[in-house]
């Protein structure tokens, strides 16, 4: 019999204990509960996870799947080479197909794409996929359960929300020492044969659950601020894969908490509510809390508590179980204590997605005849003629007699191309007199950190700074951060602030990068007071003018920029400046350096989708 788990002292033998009752009660049903998010970088430790839940499911298909798979082999499609030599339609399994019974191994899973993961869990619902591609449809069955190997480093570094939540457990593996693996004690808790798993998996379909164990599960669910109804189904049917272990005919309350400890704790979003003796005691420290928290599950087992039984004390008991189970990190952040890790806000790409190019990776194919540069997508072609060859020879007039393969305009298929563009953020820096009086040394501050922010996302950066009559481009676009911080370090200040001519080189830089397939983002540090021509002559009036004209080229350009007034106070000019770049206004004096680089961010975010 599985004992429920509390997560006390020791973590890593606590960890390895509850990874091994994961991998036995998944063997009895994989299909059944989802799947396992498994946290854990490629090493021993997941090394002997794994084997341990293949000598579970011996017998049985275990599927490895690439992060990177075309839609044809995870679905199923057109089996090209057999079509032709049968002259009919000939399909050929995909990978979900093959691991029907089984289980599915995501390789760096936190990597998988959107619209990948939605076809898998709608295979994961359907119990079954059907692949509507080249004028053939069948229908094949598909149940089996997901392994996630998630090896994500960061926060924001997580698998889909569609498979998360279809998914019973979740390992954290990271904080396994490998030597634990290895401990004798711990590795007779693996020891279960195939005898007792095929004995439970005929059980299980004919285990009984009673209400109250299911109202209990539910009602935990509630407390813990599980919102998915998804969580609740899963928490029963591991109860009911945990008596089929144990040879029993109904789910008993020692399921129930297993199940608790299991599939809700590690979902919960909110404290539990505590027993109504410890409410009326005084206000604790949040360590204080953590620590009763932790004890809960030893409380819940005392031997010297009387007895008590009814669907409320049912309950309770499973709420215990789950209330000791929750990760002391996860308590942290609910409970808002020092050290607790915010999500981090999702790094920029580098660089816009373009498709249906004439250059770039491969991204499937099309219906279309080849012009304007597209080529011809071979194999999709012929494979959209294969199931037509029996009628079309059966029509074809005498003179196309001998011809082997009939192709028609309707078959062909072109590539679809995607690319990458490289993005180049353009500092345009002001160093005037009336800039330099108020807040240059800040503005070069924010400048540094976005330079530091381009360089993680391995952006180029090129710096046009302008002051006295005429704009000067200091640093053409490139990688070095150490080039680009010499640049501006010795950037001086003082004189006019010829406006009109820094945004004329700006265009001109920007429809250059343009021109070489990059995506230009405009970084513009001004108060937007112009007092210099577009000719190097005086007077603010004209000079306001010309840059305006000059911020309305710009803008035709459709490059993103983003304008931040360096001034004291928000200056009309300079959201007056702003409108006519269309780009986004930011005062610097409601924004520090580090607002700033997130604002950056966000619009090398905003410029990659």
Same mark, same amino acid.
């Given at each position: ?23 036995? =009660? &998944?063997?009895?049903?994989?299909? @059944?509960?989802?799947?396992? #998010? ?80 939605? *076809? ?22 598909? #149940? ?7 090896? @994500? ?63 209990? =599960? ?11 109804? #998804? ?101 942290? *952040? ?26 770039? *990776? ?10 304007? @540069? ?33 192709? #028609?305009?309707?078959? &062909? ?13 353009? &500092? ?37 700074? &302008? ?5 000067? =481009?200091? =640093? ?134």
């Amino acid at each position: 019999m599985l004992a429920p788990v509390d997560r006390e002292p020791d973590p890593s033998e606590r960890a390895w204990q509850l990874a091994v009752q994961v991998a036995v =009660l &998944f063997a009895i049903d994989p299909a @059944g509960l989802g799947g396992v #998010r498994l946290r854990a970088p490629a090493g021993p430790v997941r090394d002997a996870w794994l084997a341990l839940l293949q000598s579970l499911i011996a017998g049985r298909p275990c599927k490895r799947m690439p992060a990177a798979i075309a839609d044809e082999r995870l679905l199923g499609g057109l089996d090209l080479p057999a079509t032709l030599a049968a002259g009919r339609p000939v399909l050929q399994p995909g990978l979900l197909a093959e691991a029907d019974g089984g289980v599915l191994l995501l390789a760096m899973a936190e990597r998988l794409p959107a619209a990948t993961a939605a *076809r898998i869990a709608q295979a994961m619902d359907t119990g079954s996929v059907a692949p509507e591609r080249d004028g053939v449809r069948e229908r094949r069955p598909a #149940r089996f359960g997901v392994v996630a190997l998630d090896e @994500g480093m960061a926060d924001d570094e997580a698998l889909p929300a569609a498979l998360c939540d279809r998914f019973a457990f979740e390992l954290d593996l990271r904080a396994v020492s490998p030597r634990v693996t290895l401990d004798d004690n711990l590795q007779q808790l693996a020891s279960t044969s195939s005898g007792d798993l095929d004995a439970a998996r005929e059980l299980l379909a004919g285990i009984e659950l009673p209400e109250p164990l299911v109202g209990a =599960l539910c009602g935990t669910a509630l407390a813990l601020g599980v919102d998915s109804l #998804r969580a609740s189904l899963l928490a029963l049917g591991v109860a009911r894969a945990s008596a089929a272990l144990d040879g029993n005919h109904e789910a008993s309350d020692d399921d129930a908490r297993i199940a608790a400890a299991l599939v809700l704790a590690p979902r919960a979003t909110r404290l539990p509510p505590l027993p109504e003796a410890e409410q009326q005691a005084p206000e604790q420290e949040p360590e204080q809390e953590l620590e009763n928290l932790a004890a809960a599950d030893a409380a819940s087992t005392d031997t010297d508590r009387p007895p008590s039984s009814g669907p409320d004390a049912l309950q309770e008991r499973v709420l215990d179980a789950a209330r000791a189970a929750l990760p002391a990190g996860l308590l942290a *952040r609910l409970l808002g204590t020092p050290g607790s890790r915010q999500k981090a806000a999702t790094a920029g790409k580098s660089g816009a997605t373009l498709r249906a190019g004439a250059r770039g *990776r491969p991204a499937g194919s099309r219906r279309g005849r080849p012009s304007h @540069g597209s080529r011809l997508h071979l194999i999709d072609t012929l494979r959209a003629a294969a199931p037509w060859q029996p009628v079309r020879r059966a029509l074809q007039p005498p003179s196309a007699a001998g011809a082997r393969l009939l192709v #028609r305009a309707d078959d &062909f298929h072109v590539a679809r191309l995607r690319q990458k563009t490289a993005t180049t953020t353009v &500092f345009v820096v002001d160093a005037s007199g009336s800039s330099a009086m108020h807040r240059l040394a800040e503005a070069k501050g924010a400048v540094e950190l976005l330079l530091a922010d381009c360089y993680v996302r391995r952006d180029q950066v090129a710096l046009i700074a &302008f002051r006295g009559r005429a704009a000067e =481009l200091l =640093l053409p676009p490139t990688r070095s951060l150490t080039r680009a911080k010499r640049s501006l370090s010795g950037l001086p200040g003082g004189g006019g602030t010829p406006l009109a001519a820094a945004l004329d080189a700006a265009a001109t830089l920007v429809n250059d990068l343009q021109r070489r397939g990059q995506a230009p983002l405009v970084v513009l540090l001004t108060d937007g007071r112009a007092n210099v021509a577009r000719d190097g002559a005086g007077g603010r009036e004209r000079a306001q003018a010309d840059a305006l004209d000059a911020g309305r080229r710009l803008a035709l350009l459709q490059a993103p920029l983003l304008m931040i007034d360096t001034s004291p106070r928000p200056q009309r000019e300079a959201a007056e400046l702003a409108a006519a770049l269309c780009g986004r206004y930011l005062p610097l004096p409601h924004a520090g350096a580090a607002e700033v680089s997130q604002q950056v961010r966000l619009a090398a975010q905003a410029r990659a989708h």
